[in-house]
């Protein structure tokens, strides 16, 4: 059973910094690709960012670009997102997602697998 669990969410200042970080169990995804979405209230579906499955690409929504950097560790079935100069309006829940094709998607219906998602509240 594919599991996703994402940690590291939290309330942070405007312009601080945050890391979340997902751990994908239930088999092994050295060649999904594996990335975040966000969802703030009454709003839909964000992509954020999504990288293939040996790092070497890599897709950001414009809203996120020279401010969020998303990495993988394949050996930990592991995808990171490293979110520097946060604003409030990044505030939203995030999730993980995989998908077992090697397209970097940024509609949330080509993913396959979703985490329960962690909170990021970012105060003004």
């Known amino acids: 059973q594919v599991q996703l669990v994402e940690s590291g969410g939290g309330l942070v200042q405007a312009g601080g910094s945050l890391r979340l970080s997902c751990a994908a169990s239930?088999?092994?995804?050295?060649?999904?690709?594996m990335g975040w979405f966000r969802q703030a209230p009454g709003k839909e579906r964000e992509f954020v960012a999504a990288?293939?499955?040996?790092?070497?690409?890599?897709n950001y929504a414009d809203s996120v670009k020279g401010r969020f950097t998303i990495s993988r560790a394949n050996t930990k079935n592991t995808v990171l997102l490293q979110m520097n100069s946060l604003k409030p309006e990044d505030t939203a829940v995030y999730y993980c997602v995989v998908d077992q094709q090697d397209y970097l998607g940024t509609d949330w219906d080509v993913y396959d697998f979703w985490g329960q998602g962690t909170q990021v509240t970012v105060s003004s």
């Open positions: 239930g088999r092994t995804f050295s060649t999904d690709v």
């Open positions: 990288i293939n499955w040996n790092g070497r690409k890599s």
